[in-house]
């Protein structure tokens, strides 16, 4: 089994940064396209960027400009780098990572989440 687990979340003023990471552990070959979404109380979860298996990144509007995915295969890891953040990036981040384990085989994880708050 493959398992995510979101850190580098916490309380940020305005226009401050963080950096969010997404490490998976267990039996890996190798982690491909990976994506980070987030959902806000009242609101439904959004797609904020992803990265694609040959590293193609894509952002949501709200975020183009501010935000920034990146992967690092031999740490199995997927990041999140978050700058200018403002109020309404308030939310909880979770991040979902797609592979194959060390047997071959596609893998799709979820990982719990981690609060992201800004405020003044």
């Known amino acids: 089994q493959v398992q995510l687990v979101e850190s580098g979340g916490g309380l940020v003023q305005p226009g401050g940064s963080l950096r969010l990471s997404c490490a998976a552990s267990?039996?890996?070959?190798?982690?491909?396209?990976g994506g980070w979404y987030r959902q806000a109380p009242g609101n439904q979860r959004e797609l904020v960027a992803r990265?694609?298996?040959?590293?193609?990144?894509n952002y949501a509007d709200s975020v183009k400009g501010r935000f920034t995915i990146s992967r690092d295969n031999a740490k199995n890891t997927v990041y999140l780098e978050m700058n200018s953040l403002k109020p309404e990036d308030t939310a909880v981040y979770a991040c979902?990572?797609?592979?194959?384990?060390?047997?071959?085989?596609?893998?799709?994880?979820w990982g719990q989440g981690t609060q992201v708050t800004v405020s003044s």
């Open positions: 990265i694609t298996s040959g590293g193609t990144t």
């Open positions: 979902n990572v797609g592979g194959f384990t060390g047997r071959g085989l596609p893998f799709g994880s």
């Open positions: 267990g039996s890996i070959r190798s982690i491909n396209a």
